[in-house]
């Protein structure tokens, strides 16, 4: 949902990954530190995914799935997925929460989306309430997990926001560059930033052209994350469905917010609530107030509203 000024003296590498646009962007270097930046971001890219995606039945995320009801050992990585996904449950209060797995399969959202997009799918059962994030037992002594019999995770938003992150912060260390990452549009900055920050525009689609899109903000630190539920939908039962579940009742939510963009401390803070706020719908603004994260909501009918500082586009 966001997009790069390419104006900026930046080298840009962008590649499919996790199903999206994976982009490394960094500041005042030649083609061989953006290459090596790329290498990197690929690697990242190729663990998360091998570590967390609901797809693959080789992932270590589909191997817990195969024990569930049993304590299980994972690695350092899963582990520490499965913790952000919780924390990010607990700061939203459920909104965000990672046991909606078997309601996006119930929805139809079972396998890589490129392979439900602009298909007409008919409901495989009924679609219920997440069992709730509560019930993922995490035993940080002993490296391990336990998910309740049948509970499918899905990981998806918040282990995005994570490896974008992750990958920014170790490009950037490793590069001694500033760094931006951008994994489907949702943004993480490391290291030191071009003069006058990452400038970076605003749009529901993550591929439209920098020239094309409606606002633009620049950020020096932290992330910056969008949400909308007007990417990645289809038809079920020849309803619109799309990928923002409300935990609460297993479907997807109600479109009152047509994009929502909040920045954050980190690409993980912003995402838990750009996608809270889609799931909150129009109860956001009060909800968000005492985060006091930067946010701008456009609803339904257009009418955008800023938040915490986020730049008052009447101004602009």
């Known amino acids: 949902m966001n997009t790069l000024n390419p104006a900026l003296p930046v080298q840009v590498r962008a590649f499919r990954a996790l199903g ?7 500041s005042d270097a030649g083609a061989p530190e953006a290459d090596r930046a790329e290498s990197m971001l690929r690697a990242e890219m190729d663990e998360l995914d091998l570590t967390c995606s609901r797809f693959r039945g080789d992932s270590e995320l589909a191997h817990l799935h195969r024990r569930s009801g049993q304590v299980t050992h994972v690695s350092s990585l ?9 924390r990010v449950a607990h700061k939203t209060q459920g909104a965000v929460d990672p046991t909606v797995g ?6 139809g959202y079972d396998r890589d989306f490129e392979q439900i997009a602009d298909r007409p799918l008919r409901s495989s059962g009924p679609v219920r309430p997440a069992l709730g994030y509560t019930c993922i037992q ?3 002594a002993a490296g391990t997990v336990r998910v309740p019999r ?15 992150d992750r990958a920014a912060a170790h490009i950037a260390g490793q590069l001694g560059l500033g760094v931006l990452v951008s994994i489907g549009g949702d943004v993480a900055v490391s290291g030191q930033p071009p003069v006058d920050g990452w400038s970076i525009g605003i749009a529901i689609d993550s591929g439209t052209s920098p020239d094309e899109t409606d606002h633009r903000v620049a950020i020096r630190q932290g992330g ?7 990417i990645r939908s289809w038809t079920l039962d020849a309803e619109p469905v799309h990928h923002i579940v409300d935990p609460a009742t297993g479907c997807s939510t109600p479109s009152f917010w047509n994009l929502v963009s909040v920045c954050g401390p980190t690409c993980v803070d912003a995402n838990a609530l750009s996608t809270a706020t889609i799931v909150w719908g129009e109860q956001a603004t009060e909800r968000l107030g005492p985060f006091c994260q930067a946010a701008r909501l456009e609803r339904h009918d257009g009418a955008v509203f800023t938040l915490s500082g986020w730049p008052d586009e009447t101004a602009l």
Do not use: P
Not at 20 to 26: G, L, N, S
Not at 224 to 230: E, F, K, N, P
């Open 78 to 86: 899963l582990f520490e997925i499965l913790t952000v996904a919780v």
């Open 150 to 164: 049948g509970v499918l995770l899905d990981l998806g938003s918040s282990a995005k926001a994570f490896g974008a």
């Open 102 to 107: 078997n309601a996006m399969a119930a929805l």
């Open 224 to 230: 910056l994350a969008s949400s909308s539920g007007q």
């Open 138 to 140: 995490l035993d940080a």
């Open 20 to 26: 999206t646009t994976a982009t490394v962007v960094v």
